[in-house]
C-alpha cells in the first residue's frame, strides 16, 4: 500500500519536508509519469481524483470564490483534471477493468 501512496503523489521525492514545487511543475511531471504506475496506482488516483472532483463541485456551488484557494484557479485546475483523464483512463484500464466502471 505504501508504493501505491507514493505512485500517487506529485511531490518529488528529493523535496525537503514541507516544502513543494512549483504546481505546474508537479502536475506536468506527475502526468508525464502515468504510463509507468503500475496496476493498483492509477485505480486508486482514479478513486481519489473521483472523490475530489465532487467535492470540488459542491464546493464551487456553493461558493464560486472557493477557486482563489488553489493555485492554479478554476483555469489550471480544469487543465489538470482533463490532462489527467487523457493521460490515465486509455492507457491504465484494460478491457477487463473497463467492465469495473460499466454501469448495469
Not at 13 to 29: F, I, T, Y
Not at 45 to 53: Q, S, V, Y
Request: contains cysteine; aromatic residues 12%; proline residues 6%.
Amino acid at each position: 500500500m505504501a508504493n501505491v501512496v507514493r505512485d500517487c503523489t506529485d511531490t518529488s521525492p528529493e523535496a525537503k519536508p514541507g516544502e513543494k514545487e512549483p504546481w505546474l511543475l508537479r502536475k506536468s511531471r506527475y502526468l508525464e509519469s502515468l504510463d509507468k504506475k503500475p496496476g493498483a496506482s492509477p485505480l486508486m488516483t482514479a478513486a481519489d481524483k473521483d472523490h475530489n472532483g465532487g467535492n470540488i463541485v459542491l464546493d464551487a456551488r456553493r461558493d464560486s470564490a472557493m477557486w482563489d484557494k488553489f493555485n492554479a484557479g478554476l483555469d489550471g485546475s480544469a487543465w489538470y483534471r482533463c490532462a489527467w483523464i487523457r493521460s490515465s483512463w486509455i492507457a491504465y484500464l484494460t478491457a477487463d477493468q473497463w467492465s469495473i466502471w460499466r454501469y448495469p
